[in-house]
């Protein structure tokens, strides 16, 4: 059963950093292109970051360049996203997704979810 479970989350002051975790079950996390989603309320499901499956390019939505980095440790079968100097902006539920062809780091492009984490960003 292919399964992604996703932990880290929580609240953190503005500048503060977190970590999100996604363990991978069912299946081998690198053969498939992985990413990171969030949604904010009343938001639509936005890309964070991908790893492409076919030569481990990284992609970053602007909003996020410089401040999150996506990475992944095939021993574990678990991927991450360190989020650095984060913002009240940042704030949302985060998913972790994975596909087996890469097309494009798009919420409509990944095939299998995780159940998603809340990250808050306030003082």
């Known amino acids: 059963q292919v399964q992604l479970v996703e932990s880290g989350g929580g609240l953190v002051q503005p500048g503060g950093s977190l970590r999100l975790s996604c363990a991978a079950s069912?299946?081998?996390?690198?053969?498939?292109?992985i990413g990171w989603f969030r949604e904010a309320p009343g938001k639509e499901r936005e890309a964070v970051s991908c790893i492409r499956s076919s030569d481990g390019n990284t992609i970053y939505a602007d909003s996020v360049k410089g401040r999150f980095t996506i990475s992944r440790d095939n021993a574990k079968n678990t991927m991450y996203l360190q989020m650095n100097s984060l913002k009240p902006e940042d704030t949302a539920v985060y998913y972790c997704?994975?596909?087996?062809?890469?097309?494009?780091?798009?919420?409509?492009?990944?095939?299998?979810w995780g159940q998603g984490t809340q990250v808050a960003v306030s003082s």
């Open positions: 069912g299946f081998t996390l690198d053969y498939y292109g």
């Open positions: 997704a994975a596909v087996g062809t890469f097309v494009a780091c798009g919420p409509d492009d990944f095939d299998y």
